[in-house]
């Protein structure tokens, strides 16, 4: 079997403690050894060394390894910055949707909720596509569950038509965020090649609510036209992905997976049982839910409660998308060198405090500078707990544990715009402030659950150690405990 061929590959060893051989490492250096010994603790050299070996593995694939492998990534890249398009735009176009279809908050908020089904049904099927499709499966389904959706919108149909097809490009977002996260993070570098596709994804988020306001601000056309250009590059979408997955089938995803596993395949129920895989979906579902909530209502609150322009209102989104899409290029080559624990906990706090002046401070610029801070700081996470995914679970379990969890996740771009949208209908679009902040903070203790500590290399060593969800939180009870007794 061919590399090119591999749909995706193990990250680490079959060995559950990562070598530390040199030639793994540092490649026969033994200066580099010698001064990694000089300068750190044992304990830290080690932990140095299993955190590298983690990430050279032999059996990780490299995204410029071959012709193939190139082409799949950058078409895995553009794919990106479609679902980025398609996620964003709706938020931009909710006060012409709401207006044209003369309908309330908590009817247009629909059409983020209906996705969650389409997204729920992903997270369920995912690891069943795989076995039965392989990655040529996804590659074809996503684009064309996406032109389903798109087609019926550009033809502007009656409302209760659209939450209907929005159902189906949930599906087809789903399918392809999962995929491509399970594949592109088992790969070598995985911190900064995730980093890099959800760029393109928020590269995608940034250009749509732009593209598609300047569309009906300044074209003075209706809503339903930037749907003829997603439709076109949707297409285009579905050609490159069917080609360059083309030889990724079913039976190279069983042989893959059936010998890593001694002949037998994991399956979605086997990995749901792992209390991990629960972890790291919660914690995608609230982050996902409040990237989108801000994302999509943006525009309304900056023209109803800081009375901005409507271009200008659509700007703000913007500098949001842009921040994330910054964001995930940039932290992503710090992250995995300061460790993902620390990186995002660190990250995550300064949004909080981010989203606390956005909340308080009544001035649009001052606002639109808070959000896209905010934006640059929320960017780096969901490539992170992919990167955690591939380090605190087997080989194994990743298709199925990162596809559920990513899918899963995506239903937080329904779930919580949707309870925004229907809370403001008596309340207000004011309520985004505190209901964002409550999904902040919820998604910090998330994180801090993790096991492995803040430290580098921490999420190796607890995979090794066998550490449970919550160790930490349970050492220092027992620490504080000791002390005041």
Known sequence: ?????????????????????????????????????????????????????????????????????????LTCVFAFILLGMSDAVVGALIPYIETYYEISYTIVSLLFLSPFVGYLLAALLNNYIHHYLGQRGI???????????????????PYPALPIVMLVTGFGNGIEDSAWNAWIGNMHQANELLGLLHGAYGLGATISPLIATSMVTKGA?????????????????????????????????????T???????????????????????????????????????????????????????????TFFWLGLTVGRVLLGFITGRI???????????????????????PNFVASAVFVAFLGFFLGPLFPAVIVAATKLLPPDYHVSA?????????GGAAIFPFAVGAIAQSKGVQVLQPVVLAILVFILLMWWFLPGGLRRGGLERARENKEKPGHEVMVAVRKLRGKSG
């Open 402 to 410: 990162i596809g559920f969890a990513a899918a899963f996740g995506g």
């Open 221 to 257: 056309l209706p809503w339903y036209t930037f749907f003829y250009l997603q439709i076109g590059l949707d297409g285009l979408c579905l050609v490159l992905m069917t080609v360059a997955f083309w030889r990724a089938t079913a039976q190279v995803h069983r042989d893959q997976y």
């Open 1 to 73: 079997m061919s590399t090119q061929a591999q749909p995706s590959t193990q990250v680490g060893s079959q060995d559950p403690a990562p070598s530390l051989r040199n030639d793994n490492v540092y490649n026969g250096d033994p200066e580099k050894t010698a001064d990694i010994t000089d300068t750190a603790t044992d304990e830290e050299a080690a932990a140095v060394r299993a955190d590298d070996s983690a990430q050279t593995t032999p059996e990780q694939q490299r995204w410029n390894q071959s012709p193939t492998n190139i082409f799949r990534f």
């Open 339 to 361: 460790g993902e624990k620390l990186a995002i906990t660190g990250y995550l706090l300064l949004s909080v405090a981010l989203q606390v002046l956005y909340w308080v401070v």
């Open 139 to 157: 590659a074809v389904l996503g684009p064309v569950c996406r032109l389903i959706g798109f087609i019926p919108l550009a033809c502007h149909p």
């Open 259 to 317: 010998t890593a596993n001694n002949g037998k395949r994991t399956t979605t129920r086997h990995v749901l049982r792992e209390p991990i895989t629960w972890l790291l979906a919660l914690f995608l579902l609230g982050y996902v839910g409040a990237e989108v909530s801000l994302g999509g209502w943006i525009v309304t609150f900056m023209l109803r409660v800081r009375h901005a322009e409507p271009f200008i209102a659509g700007l703000s989104a």
